[in-house]
């Protein structure tokens, strides 16, 4: 499963309900991206959070 490298975002599972109570599962996904960053001297392709990318640039 795909999960930020930064702030650790994976989905998430839950349920919708209806106006009448249903409960059906779904499931929640984060705005992961591939980027390709330097770690510990290597060049990797990472999972990372637009909410992350968006916090490095500042």
Same mark, same amino acid.
């Given at each position: 499963m +795909?999960?930020?490298v930064? =702030?650790?975002?994976?989905k998430s #599972?839950?349920? =919708?309900?209806?106006? *009448? #109570? %249903? *409960? =059906?599962?779904?499931?929640w996904?984060? %705005?992961?991206?591939?980027?390709? @960053? ?5 060049l990797q =392709? ?5 909410? +992350?990318?968006? *916090? @490095? *640039?500042?």
């Amino acid at each position: 499963m +795909a999960k930020c490298v930064i =702030t650790g975002k994976h989905k998430s #599972l839950g349920q =919708t309900r209806s106006h *009448a #109570l %249903n *409960a =059906t599962k779904r499931s929640w996904k984060p %705005n992961l991206q591939r980027r390709r @960053m330097v770690i510990d001297g290597k060049l990797q =392709t990472v999972y990372i959070s637009v909410k +992350a990318l968006k *916090a @490095m *640039a500042k």
